[in-house]
């Protein structure tokens, strides 16, 4: 009689393909969170840099443009112009500008939270319609000698319902604006006044555009249009702070959206910004869409040069 062979186990039991499935998957299931994760990381960075890179541009355009307000061509001075000509800087204080109207004189309601306008006017430089490129407004064109140029800030809705700020400008023919900056919360400004007789040139405070033109009714009343033009309060700036709060264009965190921004620092909010709308953001209180978004606010005060008032 002859001996049986051992029987030998070929292929796996069902229990042991179980758990090498169990354990696949469970190997599949922390790569794909892990992959969601780095995804993510990615893409908050990206919506980081995109903020950053915006946000210093616009800012860098704004005060660029604040900064022109001391410009005079050398070749037009003339030692005995008139001191009653209009202030280069004007600001409103939680308004909207539509594109097609003149300058600033026809305001709408605000959007993003109150954001204001700034406005500043300066002469051209060089002939020719363009002068001699060395004058730009804040869209690039050059303005020539003899023209007023203007440079303005404003945020309006795009048609996709995004906050944006805009720059308007004079062009050949009529006003125009174009976007500078998507995915604005707020756009808000602070004006230092000179406040010393005689001026030194510092500024002893900083209030918004409601607070001048406060001022300006009470030194208004009574006085010849020629004598105000030469003593409104506009002409006592002598720097502006500017806020610009940006949100990325999805929504890229997890945490609980709870922060607060106070765009010009807490003790202007507790204080005199108060009443200012726009100053003091939470991200709680805003559409539900826009509250995970990544978030990046960037200051700056710009100095006038002197001579420009």
């Not at 022109?68 to 800087?89: F, G, R, T, V, Y």
């Not at 995915?183 to 010393?196: A, E, I, M, N, P």
Request: overall charge neutral.
């Amino acid at each position: 009689m002859s001996a049986r062979l051992p029987l030998r186990q070929a292929g796996l039991t069902l229990t042991e393909m179980m758990v090498a499935i169990a354990i696949g998957l469970a190997v599949v299931l922390a790569a794909a969170r892990l992959l969601a994760l780095a995804n993510g990381a990615y893409a908050a960075q990206l919506e980081s840099a995109a903020l950053d890179d915006a946000g210093r541009y616009a800012v860098e355009l704004v005060a660029r443009a604040v900064r022109q307000a001391a410009h005079a061509d050398p070749l037009q001075l003339e030692l005995s112009a008139p001191l009653d000509l209009p202030a280069p800087l004007a600001g409103l204080d939680a308004r909207s500008l539509g594109s097609a109207t003149a300058d600033i004189a026809a305001p709408l309601p605000a959007v993003a939270n109150g954001s204001d306008v700034l406005a500043v006017r300066f002469p051209g430089a060089g002939g020719g319609p363009g002068g001699d490129g060395s004058v730009l407004n804040c869209a690039g064109f050059g303005v020539g000698a003899g023209e007023e140029g203007w440079s303005i800030f404003y945020v309006a809705k795009n048609g996709d319902g995004e906050a944006e700020l805009r720059c308007k400008y004079r062009g050949a023919a009529n006003w125009s604006a174009d976007a500078v900056v998507t995915g604005v919360d707020s756009f808000q400004l602070l004006y230092g006044l000179d406040t010393d007789t005689p001026r030194d040139g510092a500024a002893n405070r900083y209030v918004n555009a409601d607070a001048i033109r406060a001022l300006d009714a009470a030194l208004g009343s009574g006085l010849p249009p020629q004598e105000f033009k030469r003593r409104t309060w506009w002409k006592r700036v002598v720097s502006v702070r500017i806020a610009l709060l940006l949100h990325g264009a999805r929504p890229t965190r997890h945490d609980r959206p709870d922060r607060e921004f106070a765009l010009f620092g807490a003790t202007y909010a507790a204080g005199a910004g108060r009443g200012d709308q726009g100053t003091l953001l939470r991200e709680d209180a805003l559409p539900d869409g826009l509250q995970r978004r990544e978030r990046r606010l960037f200051l700056a005060t710009v100095a006038l040069p002197a001579g420009a008032l």
